[in-house]
Structure formats: structure tokens, C-alpha cells
T-cell receptor, first 108, second 112 residues
């Protein structure tokens, strides 16, 4: 079974700071997902990656398949970015294995 | 609005009671899945389905039952509720690979 590790577990930043959240996994995958869970509990899919880099607004996700590592970056962070960010990996099927999440708090 | 609809949002059950958590999607997605989320742990897969009439077990299937009679609906049944099943449950669906997953808003279940 794939083991998914996220770091840090908790992250506090000041508004405007550049944020990086890391995800590493133990076994080769077909895709990696970044999800966002807001304090209200809902989960939103941010990115699905199989190689390289994707960008959406102030969010950037990268993946290094050889190193089994992915990063989620947030530029010019804002209090509304406060949420739990979850990394999930997908093997040969559609089943997902999830990390425990990184709780991000952005203070004004 | 297109998406995944879960009901109910909250539920309290007594030990031994049974109930069904409903999940419906209107995106014609083939893949649907149920997860539970517990404090300090990542989401864990309970059961999943790759299409109508096809279901399979995930990581933590014991005490739960599913069926998939239509593409749209994927209900999760708790056969005899136990306090260990207190959790937040999420349903998710996925269509063609590459488009990611859509999650329902969750059901917070408490078993007393």
C-alpha cells in the first residue's frame, strides 16, 4: 500500500507570504491530487497531476515522479486560503490513498 | 447545479440501528466511492464502484454495505451501527481520468 506523507502538519503564515506544502509517497503512481477542505468541511479538488506543473490563479502544483514528491505553492497568501490541504495519490486504478492533511492558517 | 449530493448532513444513531447514507451525482460519472474521515487520520476508502452493478471493497469495508443499481446513485448502508462508526462520511465521483474528483458535502454521523 502506498504511504503518503505531508509536511508540515500545521502552517501559520502572514498575509502575502509565499506558502509551500509538501507531499511524498512511497510507490509509483498514475496521478496525484491536491484537495482543499475548508473549515465548513467541504472538499474541493484543486489539481490532478501526472507530471510537471500546473497553475491556477495563485496556486501552483508541481510533481517530481522520479523523487516521488509533489509540492503545492500559494503565492501572495490571503486569509481566505486558510484551510486543510490534502494530498492524495492514485495507483493503477481509480482508488485514492490520502495524506493526513496540512492545516494552513493565514493571518491578516 | 451539477455535482454530488449527500443526505443527510447530520445524523445521530443508537448502537445497533441501521441506516442508509444517500449519494447521488448528475455528471454521468462511472466511478463513485465512499470515504470516512476521522481526526488525525487521512480519508479512508470504504467501498467503491466503477459502474452500475459493480462494487468492491476499499480499505475499511467492515460494517458497511453498498449497491449500485444506477449510474447516478451509490447508497452506503450501515447494517448495525457501532460507536466506532462515528465519523464524517464523504461520497465522491469521477468521470474520465484527468478531470479529478467531485466530493459531496459530507455526512456527520454520531453513534451513541
Amino acid at each position: 500500500k502506498n504511504e503518503v506523507e505531508q509536511s508540515p502538519q500545521n502552517l501559520t503564515a502572514q498575509e502575502g507570504e509565499f506558502i509551500t506544502i509538501n507531499c511524498s509517497y512511497s510507490v509509483g503512481i498514475s496521478a496525484l491530487h491536491w484537495l482543499q477542505q475548508h473549515p465548513g468541511g467541504g472538499i474541493v479538488s484543486l489539481f490532478m497531476l501526472s507530471s510537471g506543473k500546473k497553475k491556477h490563479g495563485r496556486l501552483i502544483a508541481t510533481i517530481n515522479i522520479q523523487e516521488k514528491h509533489s509540492s503545492l505553492h500559494i503565492t501572495a497568501s490571503h486569509p481566505r486560503d486558510s484551510a486543510v490541504y490534502i494530498c492524495a495519490v492514485q495507483g493503477g486504478s481509480e482508488k485514492l490513498v490520502f495524506g493526513k492533511g496540512t492545516k494552513l492558517t493565514v493571518n491578516p | 447545479n451539477a455535482g454530488v449530493t449527500q443526505t443527510p448532513k447530520f445524523q445521530v444513531l443508537k448502537t445497533g440501528q441501521s441506516m442508509t447514507l444517500q449519494c447521488a451525482q448528475d455528471m454521468n460519472h462511472e466511478y463513485m466511492s465512499w470515504y470516512r474521515q476521522d481526526p488525525g487520520m487521512g480519508l479512508r476508502l470504504i467501498h467503491y464502484s466503477v459502474g452500475a452493478g459493480i462494487t468492491d471493497q476499499g480499505e475499511v469495508p467492515n460494517g458497511y454495505n453498498v449497491s449500485r443499481s444506477t449510474t447516478e446513485d451509490f447508497p452506503l448502508r450501515l447494517l448495525s451501527a457501532a460507536p466506532s462508526q462515528t465519523s464524517v462520511y464523504f461520497c465522491a465521483s469521477s468521470g474520465d481520468l484527468g478531470l479529478g474528483y467531485t466530493f459531496g458535502s459530507g455526512t456527520r454521523l454520531t453513534v451513541v
